[in-house]
């Protein structure tokens, strides 16, 4: 360990501190060398404490040097002071005072991408969680809210174009080349949401009228070569400001709002006020560089940053426990923002998949924790999907339980109540419960208990009676420091088919949806006035985030898929039976059995094909076998081999049983429309890419035949991953010149383009068709960049998470290769690496072999010298 061991911290340990800061005014002297900055604070005392005398004023600060420190204009002599690696203690003589601190910093030499740092030609920030103590020393804590000023020196050629947060207020040339502008932000925020920008960018320009008849000017930037991709995201952040005013009522509150495209990028997007940095991949779009996902994606980030200016920066948090309180509110905004954009069922499915196949995950391993957690290492360690996605689920269901209307009451008395505040989830909770009269007590227990809620369920029918009743059972398994768990509060969305498929009443009022209040650990819910006995839909929408188990046989799900009015359950009764299916053939592999695959699975899915009344979006869905994670979390000891093989096995057979409808599919829906981001375009592109996915199972030479047709005539990048995707995913040997051809020409063709080359190192690298010894070869392509995160994720984290066969091999080299990526990686970027290490973590999951082996690599990651992030990681996957 670099420095003792670090600690964890809690909740329950929450003070307010001892001063607050009024202002904040800061300079930054950027020299190639190294940077100076200087900032100005005023403090004063927090009267709401009772002091005996002037407490210590502890500052957060690390990796920089400290130059000078006054006290009201007057120099403080060093021995009148304490620093030391992670803080400055200064000693007050009045209750208000103002200091001035000059700090040198090296953003040059800064790897972490968290504080100051260079990306390509520019200087950008992260701030978030804790990244300004590595600008300068301060109280770096999001209760501490402040009014910043912030002037910018730079050289006027390299940097012509100077950012801040907030609005523009002076400009003017200073002597040796150099200029200077100064940003005040009239809005008190607290540090994390600080950012500071110089480079030679370009723009593109906009304006927005609020809804009071304000204009918003608004800009997006970039380097030179990439703004002719920015318009999309342009788009995307006027429909999300009008949406946030229909929706929410919620109107942008600066003069301007900037959007910064910078391609070294620990994650998606930050929300820092009125100057979002975005990772590239997360902005840049062209339809020849970007696929649907990617338009989407851009969407869906541009909208969740946005909103974050009223979630997240108006109303801030307390303390980092409380991260969820604006990160699973705003994913749920974001979400809702899409379902209104595109396809809400899509939307909904592809949110509920991420959460099943990955947070579940999540939640049953050594890092489990609720979405408001008692403790922490590395606060960096819990930007995870248990915080995001189910703390979005937990709205989701307060927003189901209290109405659309009352869940705007909720938010709109949630705004006023805590504007300008740092607040908790329970602000967020009261609000709600104010606002509509309701109780939340036990659902709040969301908020606090970790672990998937498993929900039994059977039923009965008493003819005599005409009665159907369904029991359900709650359960929730041990997590991390939670042995037992009270029950949940569980929002159960349910309806009832007859036997001709016809939804039956379920209400006294005759409605055919309902809501199952599940409180209790086991509770009967009685529906009178069945004249025959119906087929549930159990937990329809996903209403809560859950596993369910009920006895379904195969032809009720054939049944549910074709006439559940629910069209969230469709897919599942799809999904469920396609897991069953899959399941019993990974059973058979198991005992060395013949290998069949149920008729009824290819029949439903021909039955898709040949309906062409259906939403084509929801059919390609339907469509897709259920990914190897997902199936991996079906199993006790998960057996990557047999998953993988039954998986190719039903894949074969259906493209088999169904080849003609497929072409016929497939020849229907080619097209040489214009390319646009739009759904029902969407839908197409991937309904037709899916039946080309099947089509190249085959071991003949239609699929590939139209692969590489596809790939060569693509109007749209679209359709190019696609095509090639297919070649490079076929097992079969006659695929494999045309993979190597296609994947040659790609990558001369998109050399200098780093969000293309990026979808063409993770194709390959997830794809089970690439061993380890080819990764390794792409790390040592001139396009990959060892220290740059989206080239990490695409080929180490590709690897790592989807192309599982390869990654557990027995030998034992994938766990070496990815254990000596993250010993190398977190000596630059601790939050990466923290990422990178996350497959290792579970291997309880598999049998003795790989355990062992794991476990090994654990082991031998935790002799290094660590960061706190990896130390936390590493610590609590082998306790
Ligand atoms: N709030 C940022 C995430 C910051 C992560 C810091 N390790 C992006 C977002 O959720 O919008
Ligand atoms: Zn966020």
């Known amino acids: 360990m670099k420095d003792a061991q670090p600690r964890a911290i809690y909740l329950k340990d929450y003070q307010q501190p001892d001063y607050w800061i009024d202002t904040t005014a800061l300079t930054f002297e950027l020299g190639e060398e190294s940077t100076l900055v200087t900032s100005t604070l005023n403090f004063h005392l927090n009267e709401s404490k009772t002091h005996d005398s002037l407490p210590p004023l502890p500052l957060h600060g690390t990796d920089m040097e400290l130059v000078s420190v006054a006290i009201d204009g007057e120099v403080i002599p060093a021995d009148q002071y304490q620093v030391d690696k992670h803080q400055l203690m200064l000693q007050p003589k009045s209750d208000a005072f103002e200091t001035t601190i000059v700090t040198r910093i090296k953003p040059q030499e800064n790897t972490s991408l968290e504080g100051l740092y260079r990306s390509s030609s520019m200087y950008c920030t992260q701030c978030e969680a804790e990244g300004f103590r590595k600008i300068t020393y301060y109280l770096d804590r999001p209760d501490v809210m402040s009014v910043f000023t912030t002037t910018v020196i730079a050289d006027k050629e390299k940097y012509p174009v100077l950012l801040s947060n907030g609005n523009a207020i002076k400009r003017q040339e200073l002597d040796n080349g150099r200029h200077m502008v100064t940003w005040n932000d009239p809005f008190k925020k607290p540090a994390y949401l600080f950012a500071l920008v110089a480079g030679n960018l370009e723009f593109i320009e906009d304006s927005f009228t609020t809804m009071s008849g304000r204009e918003v000017n608004l800009k997006i930037f970039t380097e030179a070569h990439n703004i002719t991709k920015c318009d999309h995201a342009m788009r995307s952040l006027k429909k999300a400001m009008k949406w946030d005013e229909e929706v929410y009522g919620r109107e942008y509150d600066l003069d301007m709002f900037m959007i910064v495209a910078v391609d070294d990028f620990n994650m998606g997007a930050m929300e820092n006020k009125g100057l979002n940095i975005f990772n590239s991949s997360a902005v840049l779009a062209r339809p020849d560089t970007a696929t649907d996902a990617a338009f989407q994606r851009i969407e869906a980030v541009v909208a969740h940053e946005y909103f974050h200016n009223w979630s997240g920066n108006r109303v801030t948090c307390r303390d980092w426990f409380q991260l969820s309180l604006k990160e699973g509110f705003t994913v749920f905004r974001d979400a809702e923002f899409s379902a209104d954009m595109n396809s809400r069922t899509v939307k909904r499915v592809e949110d509920v998949n991420l959460l099943r196949s990955h947070q579940f995950v999540e939640d049953a391993g050594p890092m489990a924790h609720p979405i408001r957690p008692d403790s922490f290492i590395e606060i960096n360690n819990f930007y995870t999907l248990t915080i995001y996605e189910k703390g979005a689920e937990v709205v989701r269901m307060i927003h189901n339980i209290v109405g659309k209307e009352g869940f705007r009451k909720g938010s709109d008395l949630y705004f006023e109540r805590h504007d300008g505040q740092a607040v908790t989830t329970e602000n967020f909770v009261s609000a709600m419960e104010d606002a509509n009269g309701v109780d939340l007590t036990q659902f709040q227990r969301w ?433």
């Not at 080309?692 to 991953?721: F, P």
């Open 447 to 879: 908020y606090n208990q970790a672990g998937t809620p498993v929900l039994d369920v059977s039923d009965a029918y008493d003819e005599e009676k005409q009665e159907y009743s369904l029991t359900i059972k709650q359960s929730c398994p041990a997590t991390p420091g939670q042995n037992t768990k009270l029950p949940f509060h569980i929002p159960v969305e349910i309806g009832l088919l007859d036997g001709e498929g016809e939804p039956m009443p379920v209400t006294p009022d005759g409605k055919t949806t309902t809501v199952l209040d599940l409180k209790d650990e086991e509770q009967t819910f009685v529906f009178a006035g069945m004249d025959e006995r119906p087929l549930p839909s159990l937990l329809r929408g996903f209403s809560a985030p859950v596993r369910l188990n009920y006895d379904y046989s195969r032809e009720d799900l054939v049944f549910l898929m074709s006439n559940d009015e629910d069209g969230f359950n469709r897919w599942d009764s799809c999904q469920r039976l396609a897991i069953d299916v899959l399941m019993e053939l990974v059973s058979a592999i198991q005992e060395g059995k013949e290998l069949v695959v149920d008729t009824s699975l290819i029949n439903a899915y021909g039955q898709l094909l040949a309906d062409e009344s259906l939403d084509k979006a929801m059919v390609a869905e339907m469509l897709n076998l259920p990914s190897e994670t997902y199936l991996a979390e079906q199993m006790d000891v998960i057996d990557v081999d047999a998953i993988h093989q039954a998986r190719e096995f039903v894949k074969q057979q259906i493209a088999a049983g169904l080849k003609d409808q497929l072409v016929d599919t497939y020849k229907k829906l080619r097209t040489d429309k214009p390319y646009q981001p739009e759904a029902a375009d969407i839908a197409e592109r991937s309904l037709k890419n899916t039946c080309m996915a099947y089509l190249t199972e085959l071991d003949d030479v239609v699929g590939v035949d139209l692969a590489k047709a596809q790939y060569e005539s693509a109007t749209n990048m679209t359709d190019t991953m696609a095509a090639m995707g297919c070649l490079i995913n076929a097992s079969h040997e006659s695929a494999a010149p045309a993979a190597k051809m296609v994947l040659a020409e790609f990558a001369e063709k998109w050399a200098d383009d780093n969000n293309v080359m990026d979808m063409w190192f993770s194709s390959q690298a997830g794809s089970a068709s690439t061993k380890l010894e080819t990764v390794k070869a792409l790390m040592e392509h001139p396009s990959y960049d060892k220290k740059n995160p989206n080239k990490m994720r695409a080929v180490v984290s590709a690897f790592c998470v989807r192309n599982l066969v390869n990654f557990h091999d027995l030998s034992g080299s994938g766990y070496e290769f990815l254990t000596d990526e993250v010993i190398r990686v977190d000596a630059l970027n601790p939050q990466m690496a923290a990422r990178l290490i996350n497959p290792l973590t579970r291997w309880k999951r598999y049998d003795e072999a790989r355990k062992e082996l794991m476990q090994k690599a654990l082991k031998r990651i935790q002799k290094h010298e660590l960061s706190a992030d990896i130390f936390e990681v590493v610590s609590k996957s082998l306790a």
